[in-house]
């Protein structure tokens, strides 16, 4: 059976039955000439494809992730300098303006995630990246706090298809038992990203009064500059998908290509994409476990949000620190947490497991804000410690809920159609979760904690009711060849 590359100018990938793979029959590849490579013979080749997919795919990847985080590391960071008096964002204002960008980036998920398909990853990332960095550049010079919405809305626009895109585009280069750590990677540069945001924006505010501008400002300035840069490095550095590898600059060839695409083929049966159509969108709403996966994404982005955005808030106004210490020590937890996202990442690929990571994660956290709540009167350095905790847990379930995902949806189209619409309620967990700290509940922010708890035993919940779910039906594949996301031979992980 041969599988026809929509621009491979009729080259063709052609199967051959070899043991193991998705159903059995595993892909050997061809090149652009039409001499077939036996898989034993693609095995060290895949290993050399897939490293330089790491360098040139995760490396990018890992950056525009982070600077999809930048804008909770500047305005996290500017909540305890004079911006809050300066843009008059007494009362909710503050979570006016977090709750605008998130509206805005729900909105335009969806499209914004399909046109990563249609319009192609290099040009897409590079223009939305582009004007991400334009846009904070721009709100250096708001005057109030309506201009600050205005702003934030279109910024929450230009940013709506970085995470979802990357994600889907990540999962369609990387078989399933390799995709956490390599979405472990993202969550990694992500933090990263917190961390030394709030350590250079530390010392971009002690430039307030240079050149007129306060030290907020700088933040924008400076961090909208850089982005401009890599949204222009991206065009280049960018690669396409696996397809159409070999249009990409200086990575590919079409042989190389090929093997790219018929080993995710192997994997899953749906490399090659169908024809875009609206029909072949919708159609996946009727799939219940995207709402359930739609949930988790929600539930956890509650806390992500409390402690993204509000950390420095909680370290001033719940410990006593002051501004400056407070934006410092905002970076240690996020620096912790690469360790474990990548440790539990490593973990769960090698072991093929994501069900019992999440719910390891997930206590994990539990445990962190129990610590965070104590009352008022309690050691700073063990509520210190349970941020620790939290942070590290809550990035690590990230991954690990991507993979979960990835995993277990089938097709291109609907793997675009989950990846924005997880994006997409994750949005929405950030619009509540910006608005369950409240500064008149410091210094123990008691809806935070408990909220952030609560969410997490829903998690623990509907993890193991999706993980008996996906066990029954790979029972029953194996008992009587059951045909699981229409793939012969598919096996859920769980």
Known sequence: MGLQSPSSGGATLTERPVEGGCGGDNIAAVAAGGEMINRE??????????????????????????????DSVIISSASVTSMMTDLSLEGNRYSVAIFIFTIASVIFQLPSTVAVRLVGPRRWFSLI????????????????????????FFLGMSVSGMYPGL??????????????LRFAFLQA????????????????????GRSGLEGWRWMFLVNGLITIFFGIITYWWMIDFPENAHHSFRFFTKTESDIATGRIHNDRKDAIPEPFSISKILVHFLDFKLYGFSCLFFLLNLVATSLSYFLPIILQGGMGFDTDKSI???????????????????????????????????????????MLGLPASQQVTVRYIGIFLATGAYVSNWAALNAYQANNIVG???????????????????????????????????????????????????????????????????????????????????
Not at 132 to 145: A, Q
């Open 328 to 370: 410092l020590l905002s970076a240690p937890p996020y620096y912790y947490a690469i360790i474990p996202v990548l440790l539990t990442s490593l973990l769960g690929d090698k072991l093929r497991l994501r069900g019992p990571l999440i719910v390891f994660n997930s206590l994990s956290l539990i445990a962190g804000f129990l």
């Open 129 to 152: 990246t582009i004007c991400f960095g334009v846009i904070t550049l721009c709100t250096t010079f708001v005057e109030n706090w309506r201009q600050m919405i205005v702003v934030r």
């Open 41 to 70: 013979d693609t095995d060290g080749l895949e290993r050399k494809l897939r490293l330089k997919v790491d360098i040139r795919l995760c490396t990018i990847a890992g950056i525009l992730c982070s600077l999809n985080l930048l």
């Open 412 to 494: 291109q189209w609907k793997r675009a159609t989950v990846a924005a619409s997880v994006t997409a309620c994750n949005g929405l967990g950030g619009i509540a979760g910006s608005f369950i700290v409240k500064s008149s509940e410091a210094p123990t922010y008691e809806t935070a904690v408990w909220v952030s708890i609560g969410s997490h035993i829903l998690i623990l919940v509907i993890v193991i009711m999706f993980s008996v779910y996906f066990h029954v039906m790979n029972r029953q594949q194996r008992a009587s060849g059951k045909i699981i996301e229409g793939v012969d031979g598919f096996h859920y992980t769980y």
């Open 189 to 208: 540069g992500e933090v990263s990203l917190l961390a030394s945001g709030n350590i250079m924006n530390y010392g971009l505010n002690l430039l307030g």
């Open 167 to 180: 994600t889907y585009l990540i999962s369609t280069w990387y078989t399933r038992e390799e995709q956490q």
